[in-house]
């Protein structure tokens, strides 16, 4: 039985080696694109349904946090089912590792905001930059199995970011500072793997 083991043990960790240098192929563009749209939408209904978020921080957040829970709830179930559909036989250790890659980023996220909004609530002004910044760490920390230009992306939103948070007060909460920065920053990704794919597909050919 101690073999046995020791071999279930070593076919895992070789799973666990193969799937480490496997270009991770379950993020679909047309997903991410309209997580891009979503964004822009989102950005719409602030113009529309508030002209004053630094006076209403609690309605910000909602319109944001509900657009950030929509967008992950439909990329995490097409990317498990795009991971079963390609990866087959590693799609379990494949998504494990781009979970692992996003998740601090996430978690980081989530505790900038509470302790923003409740130790220093007047400095909220800096939450969109700081979401920005932390998103493209995350993007910075998954590139290792992504296509090469999807530093690009990590680029743009550290510079959407960094941009941000220089505008400094009230003017950091426009609609646009979100709307534009994740708006053109998903379609910049779903832009990144759609040439990825078909370029790979041309050199299997």
């Given at each position: 039985?101690?073999?046995?083991?020791?071999?279930?043990?070593?076919?895992?960790?070789?799973?666990?080696?193969?799937?480490?240098?496997?270009?991770?192929?379950?993020?679909?563009?047309?997903?991410?694109?309209?997580?891009?749209?979503?964004?822009?939408?989102?950005?719409?209904?602030?113009?529309?349904?508030?002209?004053?978020?630094?006076?209403?921080?609690?309605?910000?957040?909602?319109?944001?946090?509900?657009?950030?829970?929509?967008?992950?709830?439909?990329?995490?179930?097409?990317?498990?089912?795009?991971?079963?559909?390609?990866?087959?036989?590693?799609?379990?250790?494949?998504?494990?590792m781009a979970v692992e890659q996003?998740?601090?980023?996430?978690?980081?996220?989530?505790?900038?905001?509470?302790?923003?909004?409740?130790?220093?609530?007047?400095?909220?002004?800096?939450?969109?930059?700081?979401?920005?910044?932390?998103?493209?760490?995350?993007?910075?920390?998954?590139?290792?199995?992504?296509?090469?230009?999807?530093?690009?992306?990590?680029?743009?939103?550290?510079?959407?970011?960094?941009?941000?948070?220089?505008?400094?007060?009230?003017?950091?909460?426009?609609?646009?500072?979100?709307?534009?920065?994740?708006?053109?920053?998903?379609?910049?990704?779903?832009?990144?793997?759609?040439?990825?794919?078909?370029?790979?597909?041309?050199?299997?050919?």
């Amino acid at each position: 039985m101690n073999d046995l083991y020791k071999a279930l043990g070593d076919i895992s960790s070789i799973r666990r080696q193969i799937a480490s240098t496997t270009e991770f192929r379950g993020y679909g563009p047309a997903t991410l694109a309209t997580t891009g749209m979503f964004a822009i939408l989102a950005a719409a209904a602030q113009v529309l349904w508030l002209p004053d978020p630094a006076h209403h921080i609690s309605a910000y957040l909602g319109i944001w946090i509900s657009t950030a829970v929509l967008s992950v709830a439909l990329t995490g179930v097409q990317m498990y089912n795009r991971a079963r559909r390609i990866h087959s036989g590693l799609s379990n250790e494949m998504l494990r590792m781009a979970v692992e890659q996003f998740l601090p980023s996430a978690a980081a996220g989530l505790l900038v905001t509470i302790v923003l909004l409740r130790y220093v609530p007047f400095a909220t002004w800096m939450l969109p930059g700081m979401w920005q910044v932390i998103f493209s760490l995350g993007i910075f920390s998954s590139c290792r199995f992504l296509p090469l230009p999807m530093i690009a992306a990590g680029a743009w939103y550290l510079l959407t970011g960094l941009s941000c948070l220089a505008v400094g007060g009230t003017r950091a909460l426009s609609p646009w500072t979100m709307g534009i920065s994740y708006g053109a920053g998903q379609l910049l990704v779903a832009a990144i793997l759609l040439f990825g794919t078909a370029k790979e597909n041309e050199d299997e050919v």
